[in-house]
């Protein structure tokens, strides 16, 4: 299997690791850490020498709660990061709700748009579609706003992959080639504990349809709910769900803490049986 980023393309033959690097002053582990760009492209380097094979890069923090930002704040935080990035060499993604940042984050140099809303927003999907940049379509219950007050299904997996198949044909339909898309279940957006769990455990059966899948579950409060441990001490719960993911198919994994997720990814490299 091939992904294919704009002018980067990944084998896919082991896990690739994406760096988180939230240029926002709210995100729940990282919030107010990286708001200038110097420190978020000093960041960046950090965590492209920690072996980061890309890097996701936000303006607006979808945690539980979080308030909308406004596309000119969200343009200022971005913007110059991916620019810098792009410039320099390194596979940059955008994570972000809004069409219009969409477009001009390509501009700027993105190979990747990464939507928590999975490209439902009027003119999301048109706005990467003329590009060849990958799109990775996230299921979320609710907006972050409401997603964590009661999230209910019948059956999560059942309902995730029904969902990301139906994003899948609508991106195919706008002109989006399989080659260039990733699903994400959308771990801790609209889900409880057990809904999270079950996702994971049956994550085999969201890569069945075929598409590459990413799993977020870096210092997300669902490691917190099992270790007992506050965001900046999740590291080896983080590490471990990570595992799992990728044991379970998972083709990226979206992680705040690079060189430990490296670590236990070579393992599992020598390990596996690629031939
Ligand atoms: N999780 C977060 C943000 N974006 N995108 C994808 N595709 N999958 C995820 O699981 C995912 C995501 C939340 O984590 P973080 O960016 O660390 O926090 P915040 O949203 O508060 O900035």
Not at 116 to 132: C, H, I, M, R, Y
Request: proline share 4%.
């Amino acid at each position: 299997m091939l992904l294919r980023c704009g002018k980067f393309t990944f084998p896919l033959d082991r896990p690739l690791i994406m760096g988180v690097l939230n240029v926002t002053p709210d995100s729940f582990s990282d919030g107010g850490h990286y708001l200038q760009t110097d420190a978020a492209l000093a960041q960046a380097r950090r965590l492209i020498d920690e072996g980061a094979d890309l890097l996701d890069v936000g303006g607006e923090s979808t945690r539980p709660g979080a308030a909308p930002v406004a596309l000119d704040d969200e343009r200022r935080r971005v913007l110059p990061v991916i620019a810098a990035l792009a410039a320099a060499g390194v596979a940059v993604s955008v994570d972000t709700q809004k069409p219009a940042l969409m477009r001009e984050a390509v501009a700027a140099g993105a190979v990747m748009v990464n939507d928590v809303n999975g490209f439902q927003a009027p003119g999301a999907l048109t706005a990467v579609a003329a590009s060849d940049c990958a799109v990775c379509i996230m299921h979320r219950q609710g907006d972050p706003q409401t997603m964590q007050q009661a999230p209910h299904y019948a059956d999560v997996v059942a309902e995730v992959v029904r969902y990301l198949r139906q994003r899948v044909a609508a991106a195919q339909q706008a002109g989006i080639a399989g080659s260039r898309m990733v699903v994400d279940p959308g771990f801790g957006f609209g889900k409880t504990l057990a809904h999270n769990l079950e996702l994971l455990r049956r994550l085999d059966e969201v890569a069945a349809a075929g598409v590459p899948v990413l799993a977020g579950l870096s210092r997300k409060s669902m490691i917190g709910a099992i270790t007992g441990r506050e965001t900046g001490d999740r590291v080896f719960g983080s590490v471990a769900a990570a595992l799992i993911a990728v044991q379970r198919g998972a083709a990226i994994v979206r992680v705040h803490d690079v060189a430990a997720t490296r670590d236990a990814l070579a393992i599992w490299n020598a390990v596996a049986d690629h031939s």
